[in-house]
């Protein structure tokens, strides 16, 4: 046993409970904010001609994809994905058909979509 001084108090000898750390989520790829702005502006114009029904979004450890639906009971029609690895080969971002097909990869986001976004033509 120690012996305890009078001028100490007793309960600066015990343990002090501390708040547990939280845990950091593990490192997910995702779109930032200009990004999804670009994709759901496109989206939103797709919705309005009656083309696009519905999205999903699917944050993963190495990539971020949204997916675009006709009905939301199919496979997608499109998926733009972003994959950081590929950022210094063939460019992180892609759009891939329903087929598996990939349909444009590059370094900027806007280019790539290019090859989904339809602009209306003076005819």
Not at 49 to 66: L, P, Q
Not at 90 to 119: C, F, N, P, W
């Amino acid at each position: 046993m120690s012996p305890i001084s009078e001028d100490t108090d007793p309960s600066d000898s015990r343990a002090v409970a501390r708040p547990a750390t939280a845990v950091p989520p593990p490192n997910r790829v995702t779109f930032n904010r200009l990004e999804l702005n670009r994709i759901l502006n496109l989206y939103g114009r797709m919705v309005a001609d009656g083309e696009w029904r519905d999205y999903a979004i699917d944050f993963m450890k190495d990539r971020a994809v949204f997916s675009v639906f006709r009905r939301a009971s199919e496979v997608p029609l499109y998926r733009i994905e972003k994959d950081p690895r590929l950022a210094r080969k063939q460019g992180m971002y892609s759009v891939i058909s329903a087929t598996g097909l990939i349909l444009r990869r590059g370094h900027e986001l806007e280019r790539v979509l290019l090859v989904i976004d339809r602009k209306l033509a003076v005819v």
